[in-house]
């Protein structure tokens, strides 16, 4: 069958419609699996799907909600195959600062991964509703992000579909082939894990204006390698953890004693600034040297995702810091693999 004009239109405006939610899809997906790299492979499945199966889409349901089926289909088969992701604070209690040993390096523990902001569409859904905007946007922060990973996959769904996406019940239980009540009560016993979880400490979003002086002291301080500085931009029951290792510290003064120890390699840094899960972010660079290589210059070491919150009235301050020491992050977030000496 030879191809007319209209034809060829067609299908180039069907992939054009298809391709229009990429990133939304993206973002739910990284929800649903918690990894950058998992989101990528599932939404580009839900796209070869939907394009090689655009012919048997009927109409019954809109473009948008066939691809959500698709993509919570594809979701549910790959969480079927493997633990849930996890941060370091899920196995266990802090530890102290005098610890020299960070211990082994858990390389094939299924760590909860970050997503680059570019990556995904936080608004999708409420762009006439700046206050559901707000609920969509702090729904990608790795404290919410990792609370999801501790329920049940289709509870998973239906949490982010009904209350980060605001559908109706109707339509998740099409979605999910089951009833209204079904939803609703799986939505039920979906938000009591969620208040389990402590997400009422969950730093609010700001403008990245409210915060840039912050983070700005931040940069300079690392890099100069000033603990009195970056103690006073840390608050008092401040985290950071650093995946692949189970390690975590809590408090500031763990923290600048562990940095001051154990953490000394870290001093020479540069941070280059990038953006992850709503959140500033810095690839983090250490000296060439650290690691053998004698070109001198700087090579990637991990990715810092840095938390800041005002909930205690104190002013704004650093409450988290993970450094996802997974070098390989770096490419996803449009970061060099080598900086020059400066």
């Not at 070869?48 to 048997?56: E, F, G, P």
């Not at 698709?70 to 549910?76: K, P, Q």
């Not at 975590?248 to 923290?255: E, F, H, K, S, T």
Request: charged share 25%; aromatic share 8%; glycine share 6%.
């Amino acid at each position: 069958m030879s191809l007319t004009l209209e034809t060829v239109t067609t299908a180039v405006d069907t992939q054009e419609d298809i391709e229009q939610y990429r990133r939304e899809i993206g973002g739910y997906c990284y929800r649903m699996l918690g990894s950058v790299f998992e989101a990528d492979d599932a939404t580009q499945e839900t796209m070869l799907k939907a394009w090689r199966s655009i012919d048997r889409f009927e109409g019954r349901s809109s473009l948008r909600t066939w691809l959500y089926r698709i993509a919570t289909n594809v979701c549910l088969d790959m969480l079927r195959s493997r633990p849930r992701r996890e941060q370091p604070m899920d196995m266990g209690p802090s530890s102290p600062a005098d610890e020299r040993l960070l211990g082994p390096m858990l390389t094939e523990h299924p760590w909860l991964l970050p997503m680059p902001d570019g990556r995904s569409d936080p608004d999708a859904g409420h762009r006439d509703d700046p206050a559901a905007a707000v609920i969509g946007r702090e729904s990608i922060r790795l404290a919410f992000v990792a609370a999801l990973q501790h329920l049940p996959p289709r509870q998973r769904a239906v949490l982010i579909l009904r209350e980060v996406l605001a559908w109706p019940a109707e339509e998740v239980a099409t979605l999910l082939d089951t009833s209204a009540a079904s939803v609703n009560s799986a939505l039920q016993r979906a938000r009591a894990t969620m208040a389990s979880r402590d997400l009422e400490s969950l730093p609010s979003l700001a403008l990245p204006s409210e915060h840039e002086d912050l983070l700005t002291s931040f940069v300079e301080a690392f890099e100069r390698y000033d603990m009195t500085r970056i103690a006073e931009l840390l608050r008092d029951d401040v985290m950071q953890n650093m995946p692949p290792f189970a390690m975590w510290l809590r408090g500031a003064a763990d923290i600048i004693a562990w940095m001051q120890g154990p953490g000394h390699d870290c001093e020479g840094s540069r941070l280059v600034a990038t953006w992850a899960n709503g959140c500033a972010a810095f690839g983090q660079y250490r000296r060439a040297e650290t690691f053998g290589d004698p070109r001198g210059g700087h090579l990637p070491w991990g990715l810092q995702v840095i938390e800041i919150s005002d909930a205690d009235g104190s002013g704004a301050k650093i409450s988290q810091i993970t450094n996802f020491l997974h070098p390989e992050l770096f490419p996803a977030f449009g970061l060099p693999a080598y900086l020059e000496a400066s």
